[in-house]
Every structure is written in C-alpha cells, then in structure tokens.
C-alpha cells in the first residue's frame, strides 16, 4: 500500500492553483472541470509520477469549523519536504509569502509554517541529517 493522493481544502481553486504553482512550484497534472469546480491535482516537480495533492473546493459546510480551529491553533492542514527549510523559507519570503512560524529547531528537523492564502497553514520539513 502507498499514498497516492492527499487533499488540502481551498476557498477558490483558481487562486489556489496559482499559488501552489507559480509561489511553491508544484506542476498540474489534473484539472478536469466539473461544474462549479474541477480536479484539480498536482505533482511535486521533482517527483512527477509522484503522490498527487488535491485542491479540494471548501464547500463542504464541516470544511469551515475544521479549518478554522486548526488554524486558529497554529496546526498546518499538509507538510512538505524541502531540502533546505531555511533557504525555502528566505525564497517564500522573498515571493511575499507570510509565515505564522519562522524555522525552527523542532529534533531531528527544521520546521517552518505559512499561510496559503486559501485558508490553510502550511508547514515546511527538512530532515537536519
């Protein structure tokens, strides 16, 4: 068994796919429209045959309770890998991006958290080995 997709919850796909794409970097491979909203999926860059992430239209009424009490605890909604959290973070930085938490110290890796303008936090992981 394997991970073959993963979800995040987005308030406008459109908006979402130009943030995971042009600000992150993730390419598209599905964006199917279905009525009001589409499939729409992406790969990392790096591992295009890779586990697609879902951006998933918030619509769901149980969507709103859920993602506003994790970020209102500071939880991030997914975490992704980067080689170098520190870089990732100047890099996101530099594009505007907001972080809730700059890199941190956190054992054996270095974490740091952003908003996504969709409504969710985002956390980044780098291994410090």
């Not at 080689?83 to 890199?103: C, H, I, K, N």
């Not at 956390?123 to 080995?129: D, L, T, V």
């Amino acid at each position: 068994m394997r991970i073959y997709m993963t979800s995040v919850f987005v308030d406008d796909q459109k908006l979402a796919k130009n943030f995971y794409t042009e600000i992150l970097g993730f390419k598209v491979k599905n964006d199917i429209p279905m009525g009001e909203f589409s499939w729409l999926t992406l790969v990392s860059s790096q591992e295009e045959q890779g586990t697609e992430l879902l951006l998933e239209p918030s619509a769901h009424p149980a969507v709103g309770p859920y993602r506003d009490a994790l970020k209102a605890d500071g939880i991030p909604a997914a975490s992704f890998a980067v080689e170098d959290v520190q870089a990732e973070y100047e890099r996101l930085s530099e594009l505007g991006v907001q972080f809730t938490q700059e890199p941190m110290d956190a054992g054996p890796v270095m974490v740091a958290t952003f908003d996504d303008t969709c409504g969710n936090l985002i956390q980044i992981s780098s291994n410090k080995s």
